[in-house]
């Protein structure tokens, strides 16, 4: 249980800074991209979160 713990921290670790360097980007299709290239991420968290091991 502690290793999925860990994975979900490196998946939403991974995911965060494009979201912050998305509040930084001034042209609206760019703060979408940048938006964008964190969804796996977040996903992929989701997923380990909703696991069940039993």
Known sequence: MR???AAVDVAIGAGLPALNDAGTASDP?????????AVPYLVLAVALVSADLD
């Open 29 to 37: 299709s760019m703060m979408a991209e940048q938006r964008l290239g």
């Open 3 to 5: 290793s999925l713990d």
